[in-house]
T-cell receptor, first 112, second 115 residues
Framework: GESVGLHLPTLSVQEGDNSIINCAYSNSASDYFIWYKQESGKGPQFIIDIRSNMDKRQGQRVTVLLNKTVKHLSLQIAATQPGDSAVYFCAENEDSGYALNFGKGTSLLVTP | EAGVTQFPSHSVIEKGQTVTLRCDPISGHDNLYWYRRVMGKEIKFLLHFVKESKQDESGMPNNRFLAERTGGTYSTLKVQPAELEDSGVYFC?????????????FGNGTRLTVT
């Protein structure tokens, strides 16, 4: 099947800086996209989602941008904090499916 | 509200043995999903229940895996007999509605090691 992938496996940022995590997807039928954060020993935790009829959605300190033309998704974290250190997964599904397709994940490390 | 709970958190078994994983979804969530992540790979979908019915089991790797959700509440995933390649983290998730209308809530997973 078609896949969702991440550009970079690791990202290191300084505390207080903004972080941008990127994700590319290949399925043109994808209509729902979601970002999860996974801390060590825990399950994926929902951060933010976006449907394909939108190109931007904001949450608390996070923004998701969707560019359907180039099939690209990004997660922006403002004023990154040490507690943001985790692995971030993007995932998508299409209207006809039930399963989320996950990317490999990006490890975000926040340094003081 | 209590989250999705999974038991056990860790399991170490020998090749050929049987293991049963349990998932208790969030109360009121009709949709229950099993996913797994094997070492170095993406999190992969296994199957989806709506109440007690299997809606989609296209991700189940083979017939050594059996999932049940009797009564539409908790679910079990049995691996019999276990093989080395079954090692990984098995996640359960639940949601109120399906297909992205509401996000999936994941449990902390069961880490399965087959030796």
């Amino acid at each position: 099947g078609e896949s969702v992938g991440l550009h970079l496996p690791t990202l290191s940022v300084q505390e207080g800086d903004n972080s941008i995590i990127n994700c590319a997807y290949s399925n043109s039928a994808s209509d729902y996209f979601i970002w999860y954060k996974q801390e060590s020993g825990k399950g994926p935790q929902f951060i933010i989602d976006i449907r394909s009829n939108m190109d931007k959605r904001q949450g608390q300190r996070v923004t998701v941008l969707l560019n359907k033309t180039v099939k690209h998704l990004s997660l922006q974290i403002a004023a990154t904090q040490p507690g943001d250190s985790a692995v971030y997964f993007c995932a998508e599904n299409e209207d006809s499916g039930y399963a989320l397709n996950f990317g490999k994940g990006t490890s975000l490390l926040v340094t003081p | 509200e209590a989250g999705v709970t999974q038991f056990p958190s860790h399991s170490v078994i020998e090749k050929g043995q049987t293991v049963t994983l349990r998932c208790d979804p969030i109360s009121g969530h009709d949709n229950l999903y099993w996913y797994r992540r094997v070492m170095g790979k993406e999190i992969k979908f296994l199957l989806h229940f709506v109440k007690e019915s299997k809606q989609d089991e296209s991700g189940m790797p083979n017939n050594r895996f059996l999932a049940e959700r009797t009564g539409g509440t908790y679910s079990t995933l049995k691996v019999q007999p276990a093989e080395l390649e079954d090692s990984g983290v098995y996640f359960c998730a639940s949601s109120q509605q399906d297909r992205g209308i509401s996000p999936l809530h994941f449990g902390n997973g069961t880490r399965l090691t087959v030796t």
